[in-house]
């Protein structure tokens, strides 16, 4: 008997490989690209199966979604086996991505000022009794990533570890920090630890690359403290 290649469709695949039960069993993140795809594909043509087809067509743009993203329906009408209702099904996916990823950025607060800062954090350390240091990690256009909760203290104060903090901003690509945290006296003014902290961990920013762009301090009536604003920094 001669050697001859089989081209299995999905279907003859084991029941754990194929992508609909797989993104069942083992969640979203389980899957490639390409299985995505051929989810939406829904079945390829005579000679590659749906994620196959899937794999050509993302070899043609270099396997980059956003590339991807910017073919039209006859463009992806060139591959055999997308037919137009299938080329609208791939598209429809990739701008839902693109409009959820506008809506996140659109969501992400901006900050210019320590004034910016301290309505931010209201909901967070209002009314509170404890002393609570949080750290916001922003992107060049000083755009919050996130909001992270570093440690929790007593009426005094709070130890902040400085690894923690960049160990975070690490994680979240942010090229700027502004560090908050409240004074449950009522006395915005910094305490001597409060200066040695913040000159530490803005020593450390600079060696990363990562700049404290503020430290403010948050009371419930006498406003806040910027270290920026007071040129502390």
Excluded: C
Excluded at 40 to 49: A, D, P, T
Excluded at 54 to 65: E, M, R
Excluded at 202 to 224: K, P, R, S
Aim: charged residues 25%; aromatic residues 4%; proline residues 3%.
């Amino acid at each position: 008997m001669s050697d001859s290649i089989i081209n299995l469709t999905i279907k003859d695949w084991a029941v754990e490989d194929r992508p609909r039960e797989k993104l069942l069993n083992r969640g979203r993140n389980s899957l490639t690209d390409a299985e995505l795809i051929g989810i939406l594909i829904g079945s390829g043509n005579r000679k590659l199966s749906a994620v196959d087809l899937a794999k050509q067509i993302l070899k043609h743009v270099g396997n980059n979604l956003n590339e991807l993203a910017m073919l039209e329906v006859k463009d992806l009408q060139n591959f055999n086996g997308i037919g137009e209702a299938k080329a609208i099904n791939i598209i429809s996916a990739l701008e839902l991505g693109r409009r959820r990823r506008a809506l996140a950025a659109s969501s992400k607060p901006q900050i210019n000022t320590s004034d910016d800062v301290y309505d931010l954090m209201k909901p967070k350390l209002l009314d509170l009794a404890h002393e609570e240091f949080w750290v916001l990690l922003l992107n060049r256009a000083n755009f919050v990533v996130k909001e992270e909760l570093i440690s929790t203290g007593g009426v005094a104060g709070t130890i902040v570890d400085p690894k923690i903090i960049f160990k975070k901003a690490l994680n979240h690509k942010a090229t700027g920090v502004i560090l908050v945290h409240n004074h449950p006296s009522g006395n915005a003014r910094p305490s001597k630890s409060d200066i040695s902290i913040t000159r530490k961990i803005a020593a450390a920013g600079n060696l990363l690359e990562i700049a404290i762009l503020d430290h403010v301090i948050f009371t419930d009536y006498q406003g806040h403290y910027s270290f920026a604003d007071n040129n502390m920094l």
